[in-house]
């Protein structure tokens, strides 16, 4: 399932990327920004490359400046996908960086955000934390989701969540294409008591709401429009 495209466009980390800073919460390296006073958290997931992406970190500042507190932690405890190391190809690298385990991991993050007097919380994931996401969302750890060009997520994963959803899926993704995606539109649409929302970006890749070159106009808008829905999407459900 994961294929070249699921790592393609890899970002150039930056451990001091963002306005905000690290510390430590629910025992993993944390990337944290905005008001630690809101009762509102909102926890990113990363994809295969980790917490210190810029273009994530950016992002976790702008939904922070819409008054959420946001936790970007590092499930991979520095070991990020290096797509130019021969000898852990994703497959390999994937061996120790299961989504499971990645799922078990994020609930004493939210336990401890939630310690610090925060009411709700939402969950979005980028290609590899979608998955993360979807298993959050199943479970009820969390008060809405969203998965960004979703990787491993099935049509029985979407059948199982049972809190508002939103997908933002690309025209372009091998990992969750098109028809895929309406798979996923027609079992949500087959529950009504679970709000959700599927929409396919047009002349996107996979990857492109975080992986984007900031150079590239076109793909900055499309990003941008991409994080608008998932604002919204909190800001009707995580409150």
């Known amino acids: 399932m994961s294929g070249p495209q699921c790592c393609s466009n890899p970002p ?9 800073h690290v510390e430590q919460l629910g025992g ?26 810029p273009n994530l970190r950016k992002l976790a500042d702008k939904v922070a400046a819409a008054g959420f507190f946001v936790v970007v932690p590092d499930f991979f405890n520095g070991d990020p996908y290096v797509p130019d190391d021969a000898n852990r190809p994703i497959q390999v690298w994937l061996k120790d960086h299961g989504t499971d385990k990645g799922f078990e991991e994020a609930k004493p993050v939210i336990e401890a955000v939630k310690s610090k007097g925060v009411s709700a919380v939402g969950a979005a994931g980028f290609c590899w934390g979608a998955k993360v996401v979807v298993e959050l969302a199943k479970a009820e750890f969390i008060q809405a989701g969203v998965l960004c060009h979703p990787s491993f997520v099935t049509v029985d ?24 995606l309406k798979q996923f539109e027609q079992a949500l649409a087959a529950k009504p008591e679970v709000d959700g929302f599927v929409k396919i970006f047009p002349k996107v890749a996979h990857g492109w709401t975080v992986r984007y070159s900031v150079e590239d106009v076109a793909a900055v808008k499309s990003a941008e429009e991409a994080h608008q829905n998932l604002l919204e999407w909190f800001a009707k459900y995580v409150k």
């Open 28 to 53: 993993l390296s944390t990337y944290v920004s905005g008001s630690p006073n809101s009762k509102l958290a909102i926890l990113l997931i990363s994809d295969v490359y980790g917490y210190e992406a």
């Open 12 to 20: 150039t980390l930056n451990a001091n990327a963002g306005a905000g």
């Open 157 to 180: 994963d979407i059948k199982g969540v049972k809190v508002p959803i939103a997908v933002l899926g690309a025209e372009n993704d091998h990992l969750s294409p098109p028809a895929l």
